[in-house]
């Protein structure tokens, strides 16, 4: 029988089958001899244990069509990352990261702005500003009063979309604001550390209409930069590509070398400073990365 895994908790892997509903599984001893390991969104084979408790074993994955490293999930069509506008701070650093891995990923992505109720010193359209280039959808709402319910309803719509975002942010709110049925805990911002509680602590997947499923995800605090060439990195970053062949040198980075197209739009304010920056930042990673 086939399904779809929707969790997975300490070894337990939870399959929903349209036939049948959903079992509990175990993956056979084979995936650890392959060092293979199952995922929230694989298409599994199962073998039925038990009808009453449903009960069986996972004995096949079938071909994914996509695999992220973090979230670990497989075959989703588009992210969904959510930032506070304000609440915990947002760390554009860390979401330029989330864009990069999943642009290498090759998973498009809705930048989700939660919160525009705390939206202070116009900061929410510097925001939408600085990422108007980034080739990704801008989402803004306020999950807490259902701000922004329909527009979110339609970007999901006929998609199976990975919910994303560091801790704190209301990724929980809108998993029940989307899908009251999950019936996610929500948790309060820590005063003291200025970030919010993992209030998700496994992935999972839930229906939220016909054909489309939402995957929710615990946070991220950090992200590494994928393993790549230093001259790729800018290929990531949609504000640069148009002029790449105006540069001087052929092989240039945007860093040091002389008559440099990119540095002249920053400076001219064409290109978001913010992005340029974290550009430099992943471009020393990989510099770094190289050195071993």
Sequence with gaps: MVGKIIKGIAGFYYVHTRENGTYECKAKGIFRNRNEKPL???????E??????????????LPRNNRLIRPAVANVDQALVVFAVNDPEPNLNLLDCFLLRMGYEDVPVVICFNKSDLDTDNRLERLCAIYEGSGCKI??????????KEDLFDILKGKTTVLAGPSGVGKSTIMNMICPEAAMETGAISVKLGRGKHTTRHSEIFSIGQDSYLMDTPGFSSLQV?????????????????SNNCCRFMSCVH????????????????IPRERYESYL???EELKQRKKW
């Design 281 to 283: 930042y992943m471009l």
């Design 255 to 270: 860093k040091d070398e002389p008559d440099c197209v990119v540095k002249s739009m920053v400076e001219n304010l064409l």
């Design 226 to 242: 994928p393993d790549m060439e230093i001259t790729e990195l800018d290929r990531f970053f949609p504000e640069f590509n148009h």
């Design 48 to 61: 039925i244990l038990s009808e009453t408790p449903p009960v069986g074993n996972i004995t096949a994955i």
């Design 139 to 148: 989402l803004t709402i306020c999950a807490g009063d259902g701000q922004g």
């Design 40 to 46: 929230v969104g694989d298409m599994v084979d199962i």
